[in-house]
């Protein structure tokens, strides 16, 4: 029997409970309330209001750009469409890195002004003081290391992270000084598949991957990537489940042409 059927609500302990017995854990992104809703009936465990809105619903470049409010008005539509799963949201660039009591407040923004569950927060030890304050508030604190997007210009490309020895060991110290800090578990993005498999291993809270191979407690994508929304971002790590952009795209080329041919309304579709 998986750990997961059985439960009402997910929380941080459903979430260990089932990395103990070795059931893999399923998140993924969502921003507004109807996809959230949608993610949430498909027996989603963690759902994520990532700063990746800041690409696929504001089209910036980068995550940088979004801001704390901005990040509010998507948690908070994005918990009134969840029953189930452990809503957590990314603490927006800018809103933790000048010091704790700043993280702090941030988090607690998050927290009573949209619902959610718990914050996400990219970094290793140069963050340990924010992270342990936030918890220290009673707050649940995930972490974010390997290829972390606020980063983006310290790194100068999206590739692949900690391929080599230094950033490796590097990885793998702030992975454990996380957990001895109180996280609930780890994302693990775009690393060599062995050596997620080494922090899992290392670590007692789950680890959660994308782009970091199977050995990970879990799994996590971007909603609008794994539905083919985002055409032509198809990274080797991907697994695309539809097509929608083009089936979207043609449903509303059929309305279009339907308006322009007058067939649409009908007599049946007018009062
Ligand atoms: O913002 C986001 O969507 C993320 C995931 C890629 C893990 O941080």
Redesign the pocket.
Known sequence: MSVHKEVKRITTNTLQEMRNAGEKIA?L?AYDFSMASIVDDAGMDII?V?????NVMAGHET?LPITLDQMIYHASSVVRGVKRALVIV?LPFGTYQGNSKEALSSAIRIMKESGAHGV?I?GGVEIAESVSRILTAGIPVMG?LGLT?QSIYKFGTYTVRAKHEAEAQKLKEDALKLQELGCFGI?L?KIPAKLAAEVTEILSIPT?G?GAGQACSGQ???IHDMLGINKGFKPRFLRQYADLYDIMNGAIKNYVSDVKAKSFPNEKEQY
């Open positions: 998140m992104t994520l990532g700063d990746s809105a800041s995550t990314d996400k990219e974010h997007p994302v993005e959660i994308i996590v994508l971007v």
